[in-house]
């Protein structure tokens, strides 16, 4: 990830390489720290999963194949406080690209909405 741009991006890449440090440790509680408790996540097979709780214990039961990192990443403020961010992502095999709906609340950047697609191709 791209660690210039303004202090905003800065938090919210940060935010995404803890993420991927949760992940990479089997630290799933770390990992989705960043988000709402009361986020929503759909998966790549359109799962729908609702609060962070759930979505942890869903992504627990989850293979994993490989580090998990983040090759790319997109932040397109929609306004001061609300973010829409893409993130390329790769895991073993596996490429994809996740959309983050990020919002500042407390001082405090968090994902209120996540989707996840497989890609094919880049």
Not at 7 to 26: H, K, M, P, S, T
Not at 70 to 83: C, E, G, W
Not at 105 to 121: E, F, M, P, Y
């Given at each position: 990830?791209?660690?210039?741009?303004t202090?905003?991006?800065?938090?919210?890449?940060?935010?995404?390489q803890?993420?991927?440090?949760?992940?990479?440790?089997?630290?799933?509680?770390?990992?989705?720290?960043g988000?709402?408790?009361?986020a929503d996540?759909v998966?790549?097979?359109?799962?729908?999963?609702?609060?962070?709780?759930?979505?942890?214990?869903?992504?627990?039961?989850?293979?994993?194949?490989?580090?998990?990192?983040?090759?790319?990443?997109?932040?397109?403020?929609?306004?001061?406080?609300?973010?829409?961010?893409?993130?390329g992502w790769?895991?073993?095999?596996?490429?994809?690209?996740?959309?983050?709906?990020?919002?500042?609340?407390?001082g405090?950047?968090?994902?209120?909405?996540?989707?996840?697609?497989?890609?094919?191709?880049n």
């Amino acid at each position: 990830m791209n660690r210039s741009g303004t202090r905003a991006e800065e938090d919210i890449e940060q935010l995404l390489q803890d993420f991927v440090d949760g992940l990479n440790r089997d630290d799933l509680e770390a990992g989705f720290s960043g988000f709402s408790p009361a986020a929503d996540f759909v998966d790549a097979a359109g799962n729908w999963w609702r609060g962070r709780r759930e979505i942890v214990e869903r992504h627990a039961a989850l293979p994993r194949d490989g580090a998990f990192r983040i090759a790319r990443v997109s932040i397109r403020f929609l306004r001061s406080d609300v973010a829409l961010v893409h993130a390329g992502w790769e895991r073993g095999e596996r490429h994809g690209l996740m959309t983050l709906v990020m919002s500042r609340q407390r001082g405090r950047w968090a994902v209120d909405a996540a989707q996840n697609a497989d890609q094919t191709s880049n």
